[in-house]
């Protein structure tokens, strides 16, 4: 197998942090959206409350995927990015291109 060049850590810590940022924005954006959901009919208070709970789903996938980044900026910041935590080989390119936050190399996340 062809060994692909590997992108540069700094640019790999741009695009977490961007995604970061934007994570950062919808969570903002519905907790707003929940915080203005105090209609006093019974009928569409009930169809708010579906859609709350859809928002509130969105919302703990949302901080699921911040706490991965935070933890894969600290790897990057401790230099061990790029490095399955379990065996301590390289995850692969194509991993880190899907995952970018992931602490396991393919093998190990299996």
Not at 2 to 9: F, N, S, T, V
Not at 21 to 27: D, Q, S, V
Not at 60 to 69: D, S, W
């Amino acid at each position: 197998m062809h060994d692909q060049a590997r992108k540069p850590i700094s640019a790999r810590k741009a695009a977490l942090e961007q995604r970061l940022k934007e994570l950062g924005a919808r969570i903002e954006a519905i907790e707003e959206e929940l915080e203005s959901h105090h209609n006093p009919d019974w009928e569409d208070l009930a169809t708010e409350r579906e859609g709350d709970e859809v928002l509130e789903a969105t919302g703990q996938v949302g901080l699921a995927e911040i706490a991965r980044i935070r933890a894969a900026l600290k790897r990057i910041a401790e230099g061990t990015y790029g490095t399955c935590a379990r065996c301590g080989e390289p995850i692969e390119e194509a991993r880190l291109d899907a995952l970018p936050w992931t602490p396991l190399c393919r093998s190990c996340a299996q």
